[in-house]
């Protein structure tokens, strides 16, 4: 696992360092949208609905419309204005029972690891969590947005779980239930029998997800069996990219490769001076030193014929 924030719970006057945690992921399979004829991702782009241009990501800001039909837009300095928590603090509020905690408010739970030389600190709080059976409330940063969240422990390790704001939670409000009759004592009696025949300790390892399952076994016989619906990926995508970082790669890409032709001149280009209006260039690299005097040159060779002709003469001679 790799930490997504690190902080410190601020714990009356004790502080204890942690690195925080995702401590669930997805097992779905997640699916990209294709063209059905030649399999071919689809790409979307930011596209203004008044002048109908592409608008790259840095000019984009946030708006609110409100229900009258006026638009706000606020910039990144309107949200740095805004109240928050300490960015790398998380705060204890008070403690509470743990039972008191509805689980419908329970977000995203993290796992917190100590991040000090000495965890002296942190078993401590665990333990103190563990021994009073209370939950603590905290507030927490993180991307900008101050949640609400309930620190707690198990097997000895403190975690985290945003919780959502009251407001957030709605009110069940069904008339059906308005006039309903109270159950009757023989059939709570039959009911609860039927529980009791049914309960067990719950072990999460004896539930699996048989959809996903089914499907991952579909995935590999089809491309283990291949087809005309089946199509081979030149490059594989990367999830969750951006589409103007993927243009931008490919615009680097495309550069180092038109530069590959002329890097002697860029160097040149980039140490070099005008001199002038005419302009002259100086590249500023020291001239190689010329030589005091030449080589020698080495004597010819005499050609083979030549050769030949003088040892006939001279055996004539003798």
Same mark, same amino acid.
């Given at each position: 696992?790799?930490?997504?924030w690190?902080?410190a719970?601020?714990?009356?006057?004790?502080?204890?360092?942690?690195?925080?945690y995702?401590?669930?992921e997805?097992?779905?399979?997640?699916?990209?949208q294709?063209?059905a004829?030649?399999?071919?991702r689809i790409?979307y782009?930011?596209?203004?609905?008044?002048c109908?241009?592409?608008?790259p990501?840095?000019?984009?800001?946030?708006?609110?419309?409100s229900?009258?039909?006026?638009?706000?837009?606020?910039?990144?300095?309107d949200?740095?204005?805004?109240?928050?928590?300490?960015?790398?603090?998380?705060?204890v509020?008070?403690?509470?029972?743990?039972?008191?905690?509805?689980?419908?408010?329970?977000?995203?739970?993290?796992?917190?690891?100590p991040?000090s030389?000495s965890p002296k600190?942190?078993?401590?709080?665990? $333990?103190?969590? #563990?021994?009073? +059976?209370?939950?603590? =409330?905290?507030?927490?940063?993180?991307? *900008? &947005?101050t949640?609400? !969240?309930a620190?707690?422990?198990?097997?000895g390790?403190?975690?985290?779980q945003a919780?959502?704001?009251?407001?957030e939670?709605?009110?069940?409000e069904?008339?059906?239930?308005?006039d309903?009759?109270a159950?009757?004592?023989?059939?709570?009696?039959m009911?609860?029998?039927?529980v009791e025949?049914?309960?067990?300790?719950?072990?999460p390892?004896?539930?699996?997800?048989?959809?996903?399952l089914e499907?991952r076994?579909?995935?590999?016989d089809?491309?283990e069996?291949?087809?005309?619906k089946v199509f081979?990926?030149?490059? $594989?995508?990367? #999830?969750?990219? +951006?589409?103007?970082v =993927?243009?931008?790669v490919?615009?680097? *890409? &495309?550069?180092?490769? !038109?530069a590959?032709?002329?890097?002697?001149?860029?160097e040149?280009d980039?140490?070099t001076?005008?001199?002038g209006?005419?302009?002259?260039?100086?590249?500023?690299?020291?001239?190689?030193a010329k030589?005091?005097?030449?080589?020698?040159a080495?004597?010819?060779?005499?050609q083979?014929?030549?050769?030949?002709?003088?040892?006939?003469?001279?055996?004539?001679?003798?």
């Open positions: 696992m790799r930490s997504i690190k902080g719970i601020a714990f009356g006057l004790v502080n204890v360092p942690v690195k925080v995702s401590a669930t997805s097992h779905d399979i997640r699916f990209h294709v063209h004829a030649d399999g071919g790409k782009q930011r596209v203004c609905s008044e109908g241009e592409i608008i990501f840095q000019d984009i800001d946030k708006a609110y419309e229900d009258e039909g006026v638009r706000v837009v606020l910039t990144d300095d949200f740095e204005k805004l109240p928050a928590a300490e960015k790398h603090e998380i705060p509020l008070q403690f509470v029972p743990t039972e008191q905690i509805d689980p419908i408010l329970f977000e995203k739970t993290y796992y917190l690891e991040d030389a600190a942190y078993a401590l709080l665990a $333990a103190t969590l #563990e021994r009073s +059976d209370r939950t603590a =409330l905290v507030h927490f940063t993180l991307r *900008q &947005r949640r609400l !969240a620190l707690r422990t198990t097997d390790v403190l975690v985290l919780l959502l704001w009251p407001d939670v709605r009110a069940a069904f008339g059906a239930l308005d309903v009759t159950p009757t004592d023989k059939e709570l009696a009911a609860e029998t039927l025949s049914m309960s067990d300790d719950f072990d390892a004896e539930f699996t997800d048989e959809y996903q499907l076994a579909l995935l590999d089809a491309i069996r291949g087809g005309e081979q990926v030149a490059e $594989a995508s990367t #999830e969750g990219e +951006d589409a103007e =993927l243009d931008l490919a615009a680097l *890409q &495309r550069s180092v490769k !038109a590959g032709g002329k890097q002697d001149t860029d040149q980039t140490d001076t005008k001199s209006t005419t302009g002259t260039k100086s590249t500023g690299r020291k001239a190689p030589k005091t005097a030449a080589k020698k080495a004597p010819k060779k005499p083979a014929s030549e050769s030949t002709a003088k040892k006939s003469t001279a055996r004539k001679r003798a």
